[in-house]
């Protein structure tokens, strides 16, 4: 494959050019179809010949032999079509959005060849649909091999297993030689044999494989139909342009299938590339002696080995580039053998995923070799002893890795299990006894400074909901020596989860951490099965030194267009920021906060939590077991439907039943926004159920009820019942021991503003994250403000509420006095929403930061896994995309005008001006100082539209091979300041005005401050 040119995006050929000088034929066509697809790298291929220009989707091949034709040009009225195709289009997306139903990732090579797999091992597996089914170690090995041998037949290598001096396999004679079951397995072990009997050993499948297991495999090796419309494309796939690491992320796949029993879950390749750019490349860049190469990596549960072979990868890369040697030489092939038995380890429970690996490592190995005759002469590594079979909580692992120890790892990394482990790990037990140990030297250290033992608090180190990511995380520090980092991949519950607060003050306070990616929201786009929040935890061990005054990265990644085509994530501005670790240790609540707020969010939310400035919380009105005085209590309602245990309900029947719980029959809740549906007569008619709670929860009404759930719009569901009433555990109902109305109003009028939802979406540990749900807890540290006008509001509220659902129910219902009441209620809500704000003495910089919640946050967050195509065509969900408006220009403005016009004011400092130059892409601010005051001005040029676009390609960063960081390009010259960046909505907010005015300031104080030191 030949291209005449190609555009890199990413340091890959996104578009790649074919211009011929004749037409070509068919033949030459459909070659090039199958190569482009196989390379898997370009998603666009421009086909030129004298006649026409060809625009393919490469990452689409039909079974026609071509790839799919997006478009065709064969003369001057084709030539607007070309528009669409532009570099800016391109780069910023717009092409891939209006397209993205043409670039779905299930018809990309990758896809196709694990879909494949995939099809052909659960056939083998299953014993609904074959006799005598394989055990899934059989299954993989057996696939394993035959992949292994259309991999060398692939790459040119000849085979000889009969003496007979001549190519015996082909392609096309592979699938017939797999119907031969005696000659295959002889084949097998010539290939043992061959490569030294270190790769994937047989292990009882002669005996295992019968003639129905074979006719499977061969229809998928020979590109037929595996099962009914599901063809097979192995007569398509060509593993000379297929990476060599595909094999181990097909491995890491089926292995992460038992994720019901050991939690472990696939690694995608995104992922391996971001962890070991932090880790494993920027330490092996910087070493320059070839001889001395070394990087000890570590993976404790290594599954298939992708951090390993990934690892392998970039040691064995930088060596080849201090060197630049001989490929085919006897001292390179020595050399990779021992790079690679120096420096990687792995532990497994698994002992199949660790015959993977290893299989894994030797493939990668063959992959440096460009010469066929390399390939089949060369004789794998013994690395048996690299690699270890333990629960990684054997007390037999202490004595292999850590300082001093039989290995000194230079990184530890990984992707470990997460969930409850429990009944097949003591890790449980091991963390009893790191805190027994820790107690136990804590008190010798109290004695001997002669400390008072009556203060003393022994080590406490509790693992919540029995998660073994949180017991894995403390275990690494066992086997870290002084220089050892670990980054490991966990559940990104455990640093939210109210329950695991213990957890996170005891790793705070022993552990420094150096970085978190946070993916919890591209989660579904980053993993292909249903897993939980994730994130990426970078830090080392402590060793006894204070941690406080680290400083701790933090990205969180949001989702963004350029993912689901290009597999890069693009990480903005102000979703990067730098935390102080003490700050993590007094305020908990401040891991949730980083996820989508900054520095300014953390500064509301911790006025709002000062009990000096509100000591009336929420929490502190209900009443709990140790104040029983508090003028309110509360509960969840009943719990059904849970097996094992029964209790009496038979006393509540006759009650009124509201159900949260929507179906086709029933579509709407009964609970909803300042209304409860009564008129369905529904009556709770059981006698028994889970839990039953305190019946005083459900009688002697009002009650506030609120529901778990959200709304689409991220606002709690809460209304009043002045009727007796059933629910179920989905509600939350806080009730007034003197029924009390109006306090209850005050309350529904809090839960239901704006203010409210900005708080959930910064502090609730489960919105925004997994799941869109209320966690009751979570409410009580809210400040509440007791007023009569929110209650006089919430109460007419209600009543609009009411009037609109009445209408609606009506047998005719009358369309101008729903509309004309739902004016109303937004009106109303309107209303309460300043009262409330004036209440809380927001400032102007606190409304715009709910309003950047309401604006950005939450359409951001309404359209996490839905196409691009469906978020352009609504307005709410487009919103933060958009194009910037005129007025919102101007707030952006005024809001640097008002902070800087405090020292230009004019005189002789003059005053602050604004010119404002603007393309269809890309907005740029130039604030300058003059004498004189004067109007914006608007700069429209033909020439803005390039120089601007130049000037933007600045902002890009690269972190890894598939992530970036977008900045703003800001410059800072003696009498103006300027700001440029791309022209969507969510980079212009008021808040990000106010975010950028702080920037500014800095930059200037700190060019002052440099400035005066030059002149002393």
């Known amino acids: 494959m030949q291209p005449h040119s190609f555009f890199l995006f ?16 068919g033949n ?16 666009l291929v421009f086909v030129n010949t004298p006649k026409e220009l060809t625009i393919y989707n490469g990452f689409k091949y039909n079974k026609s032999g071509l790839l799919d034709v997006l478009d065709t040009i064969k003369g001057v009225p084709d030539y607007p079509k070309l528009e669409q195709y532009s570099y800016w289009k391109i780069v910023t997306a717009e092409l891939w959005n209006a397209k993205d139903e043409k670039f779905k990732k299930h018809t990309r090579v990758d896809k196709k060849l694990l879909d494949n797999i995939k099809t052909a091992r659960k056939l083998l597996i299953d014993k609904e649909y074959i006799k005598n089914p394989l055990y899934e170690k059989h299954a ?19 085979f000889d297993y009969e003496g007979k001096g001549k190519e015996l396999l082909t392609k096309d004679e592979l699938p017939k030689l797999i119907l031969q079951k005696d000659n295959l397995f002889d084949f097998f072990e010539y290939l043992l044999k061959t490569f030294n009997g270190k790769i994937l050993p047989l292990n009882g499948e002669r005996n295992a494989v019968q003639q129905n297991h074979l006719i499977i495999l061969s229809e998928l090796f020979a590109g037929n139909e595996i099962k009914a419309r599901q063809p097979s494309f192995f007569n398509v796939f060509d593993f000379d342009f297929i990476p060599v690491e595909l094999i181990s992320n097909i491995y890491e796949t089926f292995l992460s299938e038992t994720q019901d029993t050991d939690k472990a879950f696939y690694t995608p390749p995104f992922l391996v590339d971001y962890i070991l750019s932090q880790t494993v490349k920027s330490f092996i860049e910087k070493q320059e002696e070839p001889d001395k190469i070394s990087c000890k990596i570590v993976d404790l549960t290594c599954g298939s080995g992708i951090f390993l072979c990934e690892s392998l990868r970039s040691i064995i890369n930088r060596y080849i580039k201090l060197t630049n040697p001989d490929r085919s030489s006897i001292d390179f092939k020595e050399k990779i053998k021992q790079l690679l038995a120096e420096n990687i380890y792995g532990n497994d429970t698994n ?34 002893d690299n690699f270890y079979n333990y629960d990684v909580f054997d007390k037999d692992l202490d004595s292999i890795f850590g300082e001093d120890k039989k290995n000194e790892p230079d990184f530890i990394l990984g992707n470990p299990p997460w969930g409850k482990l429990y009944k097949k790990s003591r890790y449980l037990e091991y963390c009893n006894e790191r805190a027994e140990k820790e107690t136990e030297e ?10 008072n033992l009556k203060i003393f608090k022994p080590v406490e180190i509790k693992i919540s909901n029995k998660e073994f990511a949180q017991a894995f995380l403390l275990r690494l520090s066992d086997f870290s020596t002084h220089k050892t980092v670990c980054q490991v991949i966990v559940t990104s519950k455990l640093l939210y989860n109210l329950q695991a607060d213990t957890f996170r003050n005891y790793f705070l306070n022993n552990f420094l951490i150096n970085e978190v990616l946070e993916i919890s929201s591209v989660r579904h786009q980053i993993f292909s099965n249903a897993v939980g929040p994730a994130a990426i935890i970078k830090y080392k061990f402590a060793f006894g030194n204070e941690t406080k005054e680290n400083v701790i990265d933090y990205i969180s990644l949001k989702p963004n267009p350029y ?22 240790i007094e305020n908990d609540w401040l891991w949730k906060v980083l996820v989508y707020g900054h520095i300014l969010d953390y500064r509301f939310i911790k006025r709002l939590k000062d ?30 439907n849970k097996k094992n245990k029964i209790s009496d309900a038979s006393h509540l029947i006759g009650l009124n039943y509201i159900q949260t719980k929507t179906n086709k029959n029933k579509p709407e809740s009964d609970l909803q926004r300042y209304y409860i549906n009564f008129s369905n007569q529904s009556i709770w008619n059981k006698k028994t159920a889970a839990e039953v709670r305190d019946e005083k929860l459900f009688k002697n009404p009002p009650a506030l009820l609120i529901k778990i759930g959200f709304t689409k719009n991220f606002k709690l569901v809460a209304s009043i019942t002045n009727i007796s009433s059933v629910f179920t555990n989905s509600i939350y109902a806080i009730k007034s021991k003197n029924q009390n109305n109006q306090i209850l109003e005050n309350l529904l009028g809090l839960v239901s503003s704006d203010l409210m939802t900005f708080y959930m979406i910064m502090c609730g540990s489960s919105i925004g994250v997994e799941r869109e749900q209320l966690i009751n807890k979570e409410l009580f540290p809210f400040p509440i403000v007791i007023d009569e006008s929110i209650s006089v509001l919430a109460k007419k509220l209600i009543i609009i509420k009411r009037l609109i659902e009445i209408h609606k129910k009506s047998s005719f219902p009358d369309e101008t006095k729903i509309y004309d009441n739902q004016q109303l209620f937004n009106k109303k809500e309107a209303e309460l929403n300043k009262i409330i704000f004036d209440l809380y003495h927001l400032t102007k910089t606190e409304k715009d930061l709910i309003d950047y919640t309401q604006k950005i946050t939450i359409p951001i967050l309404q359209a996490k896994n839905k196409p691009y195509s469906k978020i352009y065509a609504n307005p709410n969900l487009y919103r933060p995309y958009k194009k910037v408006e005129k007025s919102e220009i101007t707030d952006y403005i005024n809001i640097v005008k008002e902070h800087f016009t405090k020292f230009h004011n004019g005189g002789e400092k003059g005053y602050i001006n604004t010119r404002i130059v603007q393309s269809k892409n890309i907005l740029a601010l130039e604030f300058y100082i003059d004498e004189k005051q004067y109007q914006d001005k608007w700069i429209n040029e033909p020439d803005n539209e390039k120089a601007l676009e130049i000037l933007a390609s600045l902002g890009f960063q690269k972190i890894s091979n598939e992530l970036f960081i977008q900045k703003d390009i800001k410059v800072l010259k003696s009498k103006s300041f300027s700001v440029l960046k791309i022209n969507q909505y969510k980079h212009w907010h008021k808040a990000v005005a106010r975010l950028d005015v702080i920037e500014f300031t800095e930059a200037i104080i700190q060019s002052q401050i440099l400035s005066s030191n030059d002149k002393i």
């Open 563 to 584: 993912f689901a085509i290009f597999k890069t994530i693009l990480i903005e501005k102000y979703d990067y920021k730098e935390i102080i670790q003490n700050e993590l």
């Open 140 to 158: 993989n090995r057996i696939i394993g091999r035959l992949i292994f041998i259309r991999y060398l037949i692939d790459r040119g290598v000849n």
């Open 611 to 640: 009990t000096n400035k509100y000591p009336i919380t929420l929490g502190s009105l209900i009443e709990d077991k140790e104040n029983k005085d508090r003028p309110l209590f509360a509960s969840v309602g009943i719990k059904i």
């Open 442 to 451: 804590k008190e010798k250290h109290w004695l001997k400074e002669n400390k």
């Open 351 to 384: 002992k199949e995923a660790i015959e993977i690996a290893k299989f894994s490592l030797f493939i990668t190995l063959l992959d440096y070799f460009e010469n066929p005759k390399d390939i089949a002469g060369f004789e794998f590594p013994d690395i048996s």
């Open 28 to 43: 030459l066509r459909n070659k090039l179809s199958k190569d482009v697809w196989n390379f898997n790298k370009s998603a």
């Open 10 to 25: 990413n340091s890959e050929p996104l578009l790649i050019f074919f211009d011929y000088n004749k037409q070509i034929n």
